[in-house]
């Protein structure tokens, strides 16, 4: 019984290891994008890679939200920015699309994140971004906010996003 048990045990381990090396695997190969490039949520992308709901905690992106079952969480890319490798990962659900840019630390958990990229259905709030070599310049216009319009300029270090 207890070899049993054992057996269970160290194939249960020997799976959650496999499935880690498996995705850190694909974010590797994830498609690297050119800069410049402007990112909006509807640029759509070829190889996106899923990410379920173990990795997303396991590689901490709750940091960015927590996961909810309704939406479709993915990798679509990654960029250097300042000599810094970001993953770009997005959220989509029925009537709303986000985009983030992640910085991962040396452990590949999340550092620091910005949002890059958003809409919805009410077209209230939309986020667009340019990234380019040495900044990633966010713009926003912001119906919340007696129609406001708004440019952020971000650079990143190993530290995360600092505001320009």
Do not use: C
Not at 36 to 57: Q, S
């Amino acid at each position: 019984m207890k070899k049993t048990y054992l057996f269970l045990i160290l194939s249960f381990v020997s799976e959650i290891l496999f499935s880690q090396t498996g995705f850190l695997e694909a974010i590797n190969k994830v498609q690297k994008i050119n800069l410049p490039f402007t990112d909006k949520t509807d640029v759509f992308f070829k190889n996106t890679i899923e990410v379920n709901e173990a990795d997303w905690r396991l590689y901490e992106f709750q940091k960015l939200e927590m996961y909810d079952s309704d939406f479709e969480y993915y990798i679509y890319g990654s960029v250097i920015v300042n000599n810094q490798k970001l993953l770009l990962i997005g959220r989509k659900y029925r009537e709303e699309i986000n985009h983030w840019a992640v910085l991962l630390g040396n452990k590949d958990k999340v550092v620091s994140f910005l949002n890059i990229a958003y809409s919805n259905s009410d077209k209230i709030l939309a986020i667009e971004s340019l990234l380019n070599n040495e900044f990633i310049l966010v713009k926003e216009n912001n119906g919340y906010n007696n129609n406001s319009y708004s440019e952020t300029k971000y650079t990143v270090d190993e530290t995360g996003f600092i505001k320009k």
